[in-house]
């Protein structure tokens, strides 16, 4: 290629990239199970950051009478010993999406590491991978977070960890299953004869195509998280002075607000993990049926 050539040409590659970032986008946001999806779970997350700016008072003020129903005053009225339920649940939407999310960016950091590893050099380094990651995937996961909880600080730092630690190797062994596959596609080897190094033919040829299957699998790990979380509250682990989903939960059933018919306490957050997860479903399906239509398309 001619010297004076090379910037037209490499202006051209960058544009068509561009122009096929923009439509698969515009594919994506065109199916309706992705879009609603994406729009719950961006509610959520706008709620989050909002939250301690819209929250009308303290999560820790403890100076409203107790057992409120919902009024103007007390939107979600009031819990046993006085704190205004909404402000606890926008502050804590905060609080679990931010443990979900930071769970989410540890489990796909090492599940997306071992896996485009373990699928692309085989061999030996494959078995030792593939090998720790079969004995951790026999372990029961909850059981096991539930006896680390026990004997570790009981932190919102700890909880994080713990579920970040367990959550990597499925999305590990999903990551090498596609590795396996993509690494004999032609582009993989035309890239290969190129002279292209290992760690350039995984980073700028193998792992693009992978990026829908990653941010689906985030997003699942994302709601498990919070969940877990929640389920680690409801049974009296993890940081109880937290202000969370789970440990709204959890005060809630241990001062009975069933018994005092407080259904504004139970609700939100019950009904706010049921939303995520119902919003991560649609997106992942949306998501996957769209990346399925257009590689039907490509072929």
Sequence with gaps: MLPELEPLASKSLKTKKQTDEDSFIRGALGNRK????????????????????IAPYSPYNTSFQSWLPPSSAHLLGTDYIGHDVYSWFVIGTGTSLFVGATVSLITTFLGTAVGLISGYYSGAIDNILMRTVDV????????????????????????ILILGMLSWPFMSR?????????????????????????????????????????????VYVVVGAIVAQAGLAFFGL?????????????????????????????????????????AANLFGTGLNEYVGQRSGEVR
């Design 238 to 278: 993890g940081d109880l002075s937290s202000v969370n989903w789970g440990t709204s939960l959890y005060w809630a059933q241990s001062s009975d607000a069933i018994v005092y018919n407080a259904w504004w306490w139970i609700v939100p957050p019950g009904l706010s993990i049921a939303l995520i997860g119902i």
């Design 174 to 218: 999903v990551i090498r299953s596609q590795v396996l596959t993509l690494k004999e596609r032609p582009f993989v080897n035309a890239a290969k004869l190129s002279g292209y190094s290992g760690s350039k033919v995984l980073f700028k040829e193998i792992f693009p195509h992978l990026l829908p299957l990653i941010i689906i699998n985030a």
């Design 136 to 159: 951790l995937l026999i372990i029961p996961t909850f059981p096991l977070l539930v006896i680390l909880a026990v004997y570790l600080p009981p932190t919102n730092t700890t909880t």
């Design 34 to 53: 992705f879009l609603s999806g994406l729009i719950i779970l961006l509610a959520f997350t706008l709620l989050g950051i909002l939250g301690p700016f």
